[in-house]
Nanobody, 123 residues
């Protein structure tokens, strides 16, 4: 069974940067698309970014395009999210998730979630 563990969250000033990591145990990973969601207080969970199993294709929510970068190191079974130019509205709990498929991404196909890591952007 795959387990996902996020790390790297914290408090950062507006305009600052953070890098989140998602370490996966078990066999994932080079066969599964992965992604990041976030949930801000009082809001629904939203999809931030996804990456295919080989890393060749990525997608981003409009709100983070040009600021966030998703990447993965399949040798280390680790997913990353580099977040730059952080804004107040990026404050949320960030979750990594894994798809059953190598490139398809839809909610019902997600079979593993991390516990979340809190990112707080505040002055």
């Amino acid at each position: 069974q795959v387990q996902l563990v996020e790390s790297g969250g914290g408090l950062v000033l507006p305009g600052g940067s953070l890098r989140l990591s998602c370490a996966a145990s078990g066999i994932i990973g080079s066969i599964s698309a992965m992604g990041w969601y976030r949930q801000a207080p009082g809001k629904q969970r939203e999809l931030v970014t996804t990456i295919t199993s080989g890393g060749g294709s990525t997608s981003y929510a409009d709100s983070v395009k040009g600021r966030f970068t998703i990447s993965r190191d399949n040798a280390k079974n680790t997913l990353y999210l580099q977040m730059n130019s952080l804004k107040l509205e990026d404050t949320a709990v960030y979750y990594c998730a894994k798809s059953l498929y190598d490139s398809q991404w839809y909610f019902e196909a997600l079979d593993a979630w991390g516990q979340g890591t809190l990112v707080t952007v505040s002055s």
